[in-house]
């Protein structure tokens, strides 16, 4: 993560050069609104990674694995949804979590709808996604994406 | 970052940081009861910031140049009302190919709708932000590509309603208040 954010680091500071030169008045304001929201961002950044910190301690993988037993239906399908909805960390944990669960005999719908939900719909997430949104934007966002992967989990597990 | 006013004195600091202040309350509960658990998530939770700092300050820097140097007529007419359905169709793609954690991609989604992008186009590719390209391989490495292609379809394929959807709820307050003069 360190070597593509110094990456782009060099690749937006080029960018900031090549505008420079072309215009600096307006390349100064664009570095003003970057400082702006930077010091927007970093103490809610900071507050969501001590969340995610802490909600990978005391909830980790396993035992969301736990709540997805090999239970099928309405029942299994919501857990999956709120299982994923709440889970933290990067899609690559997703998928091995998610064929571990398949291989284990957990419903195909339900662990589809685990993943779409994990990717989508982020609880822990939700303040920073309201306080760059508005509540209302975030609220109904996370609340249709959540129906939307119940929908879609519904959809491939039972095609499958 | 939705309330552009400045609020003073202990009450404004709560209100505005209140997240932050959650944190470290829940941190300071969490090292009163368990102080080993409670190291290892502060331990983690900076090595994580650490690691996307050097990404959020190019993000910042990114989003400072939409502001000032994309112009609102081009974001109007490739992402607003005017554009019509190629508007969503754009979102949908750019959604798919987008990379990196959802925490960056809201304050530049958040430059590109000051602009005039229409909502449905931030949650167009909120949405389709779930497909992840990039990670299809390690996908039908562990779930099979059937499982991998059904599920990207069907990601796909309710993208665009549910934008629709949530941009109709979102603006129904501001119509109600045009209709009645």
Known sequence: ?160 | MSSQSKPFGLWGLIRSQWLLLLAVGLYLWAFAVSPEQASRALGSAAARLASVAPLVLAVMGLVGLIQVWVSRDLVARLLGREAGFRALLIAALCGTILIGPAYLIFPMLLAIQKQGARWAVIVIVLATYAVKLQMIPLEVGFLGWKFSLMRIVFTMLLAIPVGLLVEWIVERPERRRTREP
């Open chain 1, 1 to 160: 993560m360190i070597k593509v954010g110094l990456f782009y680091i060099v690749v937006i500071g080029a960018c900031y050069a090549w505008f420079w030169r072309r215009d600096r008045q307006k390349t100064a304001k664009s570095l003003q609104v970057a400082r702006q929201s930077l010091l927007r961002v970093v103490p809610l950044l900071i507050a969501i990674f001590g969340l995610i910190g802490l909600f990978e301690t005391y909830c980790p993988p396993e035992l969301i694995k736990s709540w997805l037993g090999a239970e099928s239906g309405v029942l299994a399908l919501l857990t999956g949804g709120l299982a994923g909805a709440v889970a933290i960390g990067p899609p690559l944990a997703a998928f091995p979590l998610a064929g571990s669960l398949l291989e284990s005999g957990a419903w195909a719908p339900a662990v589809a709808t685990f993943i779409v939900s994990w990717i989508s719909v982020g609880v822990v997430t939700l303040p920073f996604e309201a306080s760059v949104f508005g509540t209302r934007f975030a609220l109904l966002r996370n609340l249709l994406a959540f129906a939307a992967a119940l929908l879609i989990g519904l959809c491939v597990g039972l095609l499958l």
